[in-house]
């Protein structure tokens, strides 16, 4: 977990849980499958995997019932059931949205991209987001720069980080200014 390597904490995990240690002789003490179900539950909210968290949680819950990290595995699943229902109720959300835009607006992807996303559409936000960074013509008008900077929040929210990462390096060369406000997403999130 300090490395952020939550692909490979999400391996040493399952194995721990598969063939757990001997347990510790201290009697109270958290034994190691306890923890590593709980580091599984981490390395999805990582990844925003939501359903990862609510089935690996649900597991935890039923298993460790008395867990110190009982009311923590709680909360992260609330915030997963929640944050679901935000992506589902988005999808109304952003089609009125759009539907309220001046017709030519509705085709531009500088437009339609971050009503998109602020309506937590991440796959349909970001292939107009892409478009529009894309373009040469809102290049000269900076919108390009504000589509990658909102690529960087986008993949994040999804789970992506190599292409997360890809577009902060992006804002690193083409607009620094931006970078300075994503620069610390470099030292937080997942490296694997």
Not at 39 to 45: D, G, L, R, S, T
């Amino acid at each position: 977990m300090i490395q952020r390597r939550y692909h490979h904490l999400l391996d040493e995990a399952r194995a721990a849980i598969a063939n757990p240690p001997p347990p510790a002789p201290q009697v109270g003490a958290m034994q190691i499958p306890e923890m590593a179900n709980y580091y599984v539950i981490q390395a999805y909210k990582m990844y925003n995997d939501y359903d990862g968290v609510l089935r690996e949680g649900e597991k935890f819950l039923v298993k460790y019932p008395a867990s110190s990290y009982f009311s923590g595995v709680q909360m992260e699943m609330n915030v997963a059931i929640e944050t679901k229902r935000q992506i589902a109720e988005g999808v109304d959300k952003a089609k009125d949205e759009i539907a309220k835009l001046q017709p030519n607006e509705r085709t531009s992807p500088c437009r339609v991209g971050p009503i998109l996303q602020s309506n937590k559409q991440y796959k349909e936000a970001r292939v107009q987001l892409e478009r529009c960074a894309g373009s040469p013509e809102e290049s000269k008008m900076g919108m390009a720069h504000l589509a990658t900077y909102l690529l960087v929040w986008n993949r994040q929210s999804a789970g992506d980080y190599p292409a997360m990462y890809k577009y902060i390096n992006q804002l690193k060369q083409l607009a620094p200014d931006q970078y300075r406000n994503v620069k610390h997403l470099e030292t937080m999130m997942p490296v694997d």
